[in-house]
């Protein structure tokens, strides 16, 4: 996000699911950024294979970016399952996948990145970091609508009022495709990053962790399973290599 600010940024606090673009999003601050802490959120999802993956990541980040090991500092919990009762889906009950009234998936959390980003500016001043960091993308995605740029400006502004200080929100996937994040992955951390993103992050909707394809673990039916299959497949299809 465009906000002026005197001096140069040093520290930020990640958004940090344990999946693709979240740990994407991780290499790129720890590239960037001094300091570089992590948060998680526990919204009743109902597969806690997520806030495992999120561990596996982070303990793997040191082997896969060595010369950024030390710039990986604390990692945060936040306990928002009464939100999750309140917003319930299908990633926090048991409810088919399929588009609601509105043309939405029934995958999304009314407002979910909006309590995240609430509550990470909360913890991120009490810590003492600068930027927010977020995975949040509207290339290849599912269509929620706050995960748009649009949406990220007005709660950049909205924090920045609330908080009195300016607030910068980073999203560095946000206009890339899924193959393009990928590559992004790959050029930070080469081999050992991607290798780290296939075996330990998770993405899929239904928690599986079973069956293993060439892009990592998961159901390979559910929404973001196709995408993260098909960004793969179109990363691989750039390098003229055969899957």
Known sequence: MSVILEKPLTSALVLFSGGQDSAT???????????????????????????????????????????????????????LTGYGRIAESALTADRKIEMDARGL??????????????????????????????GMCETDYSGYPDCRHETMEAMARALSLGLDKPVVIDTPLMWLTKGQTWALAERIGGEALVELIIEDSHTCYQGDRTHRHAWGYGCGECPACELRAAGYEDWVASQGVET
């Open 105 to 134: 998936p029934t995958t999304f959390v009314p407002g979910r990145n909006l309590i995240f980003l609430v509550a990470a500016a909360a913890l991120a001043d009490r810590r003492g970091l600068e930027v927010l960091v977020g």
């Open 25 to 79: 999003c991780l290499a790129w601050a720890l590239e960037r950024f001094d300091r570089v802490e992590t948060v998680g959120f526990d919204y009743g999802q109902r597969h806690l294979v997520e806030m495992e993956a999120r561990q596996a990541v982070r303990a793997g980040m040191g082997a896969a970016l060595p010369q950024y090991a030390d710039r990986l500092g604390d990692d945060h919990v936040v306990d």
